[in-house]
């Protein structure tokens, strides 16, 4: 390393030390300087410093994925990809949300549908364009190896696909950063509803269930609720029976009126 270089990286260094101070630290938001609390997540920073989330937020915990940030840092050419919900602010960081990112979306009948690759390619063919880069599996915040679900979706291994991805929470992070263009969440949900509707055994009780709501097994108390008040179904819902969080599987409630149990 030079010694220009070397200057330049302790001078960079020191100015983040520097700016430290007071447990706040600079961030830039679309280009504009602003001074947060070191602690806070990027989502609560956006807050912090003035701006009304109206889009790119949601459950605030990782789950819904509808706060997409793209990032870096002053002297790295690399671009970071995070949830803003989860991702916490570093000293002069360059913020920039995507909660929303344009990508191809097929429109299909998963009933007509036949759980193999062939589908899976008729409908995103751009799948055939991934060159094995691993920048996909490197931008997901959930930690998922979505280049081997993808792979497994080319080969036909719609189970294999659907399981891999079963985590993703289509923030969209890995198809913003795809060189090849591929849109690698919408492939996901596909495998992932495919295998739902055609390669999953049938839940027995649930089919159950469904003849009974189809025969009016349920028509009474549904009837009996849609007729409440407000404070009627505030009542109902507070005085509830809750299942403990420590039950076992032979838990059941005192009130057997509408338990199915055959």
């Given at each position: 390393?030079?010694?220009?270089?070397?200057?330049?990286?302790?001078?960079?260094?020191?100015?983040?030390?520097?700016?430290?101070?007071?447990?706040k630290?600079?961030?830039?938001?679309?280009?504009?300087?602003y001074?947060v609390?070191?602690?806070?997540?990027?989502?609560?920073?956006?807050?912090?410093?003035?701006?009304?989330?109206?889009r790119?937020?949601?459950?605030?915990?990782?789950?819904?994925?509808a706060?997409?940030?793209?990032?870096?840092?002053?002297?790295?050419?690399?671009?970071?990809?995070?949830?803003a919900c989860?991702?916490?602010?570093?000293?002069?960081?360059?913020i920039?949300q995507?909660?929303?990112?344009?990508?191809?979306?097929?429109?299909?009948n998963?009933?007509?549908?036949?759980?193999?690759?062939?589908?899976?390619?008729?409908?995103?063919?751009?799948?055939?364009?991934?060159?094995?880069c691993?920048?996909?599996t490197?931008?997901?915040?959930?930690?998922?190896?979505?280049?081997?679900?993808?792979?497994?979706?080319?080969?036909g291994?719609?189970?294999g696909?659907?399981e891999?991805?079963?985590?993703?929470?289509?923030?969209?992070?890995?198809?913003a950063?795809?060189?090849?263009?591929?849109?690698?969440?919408?492939?996901?949900?596909?495998?992932?509803?495919l295998?739902?509707?055609h390669?999953?055994?049938r839940?027995?009780?649930?089919?159950?269930?469904?003849?009974?709501?189809?025969?009016?097994?349920?028509k009474?108390?549904?009837?009996?609720?849609k007729?409440?008040?407000?404070?009627?179904?505030k009542e109902a819902y507070?005085?509830?029976?809750?299942?403990?969080d420590?039950?076992?599987?032979?838990w059941?409630?005192?009130?057997k009126?509408?338990l199915?149990t055959?």
């Amino acid at each position: 390393m030079s010694e220009k270089a070397v200057k330049i990286k302790r001078t960079t260094r020191g100015s983040e030390t520097k700016n430290e101070t007071n447990g706040k630290v600079p961030i830039f938001i679309m280009g504009k300087k602003y001074n947060v609390p070191a602690s806070l997540t990027v989502q609560k920073a956006l807050e912090y410093a003035g701006y009304q989330l109206i889009r790119g937020c949601g459950c605030r915990g990782g789950i819904c994925g509808a706060c997409g940030t793209v990032y870096r840092f002053p002297n790295s050419y690399r671009i970071e990809v995070g949830l803003a919900c989860q991702t916490v602010v570093k000293p002069n960081m360059y913020i920039a949300q995507i909660p929303f990112f344009p990508a191809n979306k097929a429109i299909y009948n998963i009933e007509e549908l036949e759980p193999t690759g062939s589908t899976v390619a008729a409908l995103y063919p751009e799948i055939f364009k991934c060159v094995g880069c691993g920048t996909c599996t490197r931008s997901c915040p959930m930690d998922i190896d979505v280049m081997e679900y993808i792979a497994r979706a080319i080969r036909g291994d719609i189970a294999g696909a659907a399981e891999l991805s079963f985590d993703c929470i289509m923030c969209g992070l890995c198809t913003a950063r795809c060189p090849a263009e591929e849109v690698q969440y919408n492939i996901a949900i596909l495998t992932r509803r495919l295998y739902g509707r055609h390669i999953a055994p049938r839940a027995k009780h649930v089919e159950k269930v469904v003849k009974y709501i189809e025969e009016g097994r349920f028509k009474k108390i549904m009837d009996k609720i849609k007729k409440m008040s407000l404070e009627e179904l505030k009542e109902a819902y507070n005085n509830r029976e809750i299942e403990p969080d420590m039950a076992d599987e032979f838990w059941e409630p005192k009130d057997k009126t509408y338990l199915v149990t055959d």
